[in-house]
């Protein structure tokens, strides 16, 4: 997959996942009696590739239902997949759907909704040492001088560890979160969303905190997010998502400036830009039409009912993710005809 690239600390190969609902007690009598049920599967995440450097930060971005989340619950080993394969520095730790789910410590997960994923009844110290006692990280003596050491490289005081995670704002309950995920000690940091909660002032600072962090750290993350100018700011590749497929992957400068694929285009035109030398806002260009259903995804190429520069081949033969113009950035489009790489 990515044979151009320097030995990769986290591989990703063809994972997907797909949910179907259980059947309700009628729709399940009905089979039995040999009646037709129609199942619904959701195609989440569709055989979706890439890899990890170490110290790297990729960012992940699309639209609302894409699959990234889900993707990303999947590599953190909280959804199992339904097929597909993953590894930390050749250890592999998500097998296909048909073995157990390998779980491990070494990815953690920094999500959305702070509050929702902090325990109310809970002090913050218990918070950040129950994952590092369980794991024997480090032992019970030693565990408030570890809060206090992850409290601290999150900006917060010491004397947090007293307190419950309800008298703390936002941004600091967000900071907790991270120091809980960094207490684990993780090779690898997914993080989804983790400021569209927050307000704008307090998204700045947690960028900035991540951007600390990994220069204090050496982080490697899978930043999931929506937000093209927080991933600009934050990230050394980006992967765009659609309809559950990376449909290009690259330098993140390299794409924002010269973006390959009409998806790609068109999100980059959909963000509200200032006229030089005017106070105005541009018009923007919005993305025509809807994102289709994950369960019923169009056929051949999933962007092919938006794309103004569809053709019949787009809507039976689905691309597959190509090298561009420059195979050694790992610039890479899932496109049959892919645009020239203008700004
Ligand atoms: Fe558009 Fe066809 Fe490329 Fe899909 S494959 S993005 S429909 S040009």
Redesign the pocket.
Known sequence: MTTAQPAMLVEVEAVSKRFTPQLSLGDRLAALLGSPVETRTVHAVDRVSFGLEQGEVLGLVGESGCGKSTLGRVIAGIHPPSEGRASIAGETVMGDGRTPLKRTTRIQMVFQDPFASLDPRVRIGETISEGPLAHGLVSRTDAPAYVARWLTAVGLPVEAAERFPHQFSGGQRQRVAIARALAMQPDVLVCDEPVASLDVSIQAQIINLFLKLRRELGLTMLFISHDLGVVRHLCDRVAIMYLGRI?EIGPAAEIFAAPR???TRALLDSVPKLVTGSDELVTFKPIQGELPSPLSPPP??H??QR?P???A??RSDA?QLAGGTDEGTGHRV?????LAGEA
Do not use: D, I, K, L
């Not at 899932?334 to 892919?338: A, E, I, L, N, Q």
């Open positions: 449909v694929h009409p998806y051949g190429c962007f092919h794309c520069r569809a053709e081949r787009c691309p899932s496109c049959h005809f892919p």
